[in-house]
């Protein structure tokens, strides 16, 4: 339940309009999703200010399906990550009218169809065009919080012209989410250049001896640069999501 409907629901107690037993039924009703395979925490919103998410991957199609109806049903955003192709294309059936991508696997179906004016403003960064995929899942995560984006891709160390040529677009930012593989160094050198949060993102994107994204989550890790902080491998959710509410809080004060 979010805050505008636990407000109304107060009221109508208030007002003798509904009684606190029918209250409190009310509530208990709408805390947790019952499919039998979940256990959804609707009243997530409230309490941090955004609904649950999903992680698609690993549910069978049924049960992603249930669980963004379950979401649906209760009036909430239903933002869902890392949706394989069959999980994508029976759920664009469903909703036509949700916004999803492709590229970064991500569905969001909005519970309001005039969301709220975008507040704060994140930058991602990546340091090639095949760290795309993880930075538009950070990005859409933003998105999906409430929060402005924009997106500079393919600014790495490698010909950092590139990424000076970009420096006066990137200034205004509330957060900078970073996204590279390979040796990871960008964060460090953006870090150096802007007054604000970074979030590094290692991305699997190398060569043998980059392990998976290990060498560039060490990398982020060791960064000189005091303002970088860096999230785990692949992880362009958990990096988009911190960003959010960085420039969120920001813009409220």
């Known amino acids: 339940m979010g805050n505008e409907k636990l407000e109304q629901l107060l009221e109508q107690i208030r007002a003798g309009k509904l009684s606190v037993a029918d209250g409190m039924e009310q509530l208990s009703s709408i805390q947790v999703g019952t499919p039998v395979y979940a256990n959804l925490d609707l009243d997530r919103a409230r309490r941090c200010g955004f609904p649950e998410v999903i992680l698609a991957e690993g549910k069978t199609p049924e049960w992603l399906e249930g669980v963004v109806a379950r979401l649906i049903q209760a009036n909430q955003d239903c933002f ?27 569905f969001l179906k909005r519970a309001n169809k005039n969301p709220t004016t975008p507040k704060g ?3 991602f960064l990546t340091a090639g065009t095949g760290d795309i995929p993880v930075a538009r899942e950070a990005m859409n995560t933003a998105i999906a919080l409430g929060v402005g984006t924009k997106l500079i891709p393919d600014v790495g160390v490698a010909g950092l012209h590139r990424l000076l040529n970009n420096l006066s677009a990137i200034k205004d930012s509330d957060a900078i989410v970073v996204v590279a593989g390979m040796d990871g160094a960008l964060p460090s050198v953006v870090g150096g250049l802007v007054d604000c949060p970074v979030i590094a993102v290692p991305t699997s994107i190398g060569y043998g001896t980059c392990f998976g994204g290990l060498s560039a989550l060490l990398t982020m890790l060791n960064a000189c640069s005091a303002n970088v902080t860096a999230v785990n491998i692949d992880a362009g959710f958990k990096a988009g999501y911190v960003a959010a509410l960085i420039a969120r809080k920001s813009n409220k004060q």
Not at 80 to 93: G, Y
Not at 95 to 106: H, K
């Open 80 to 106: 869902a990550t890392r949706l394989t192709s069959e999980q994508a294309r029976r759920l664009k059936n469903l909703y036509p009218e949700a916004d999803l991508d492709e590229i970064a696997r991500t």
């Open 121 to 123: 403003m994140v930058t």
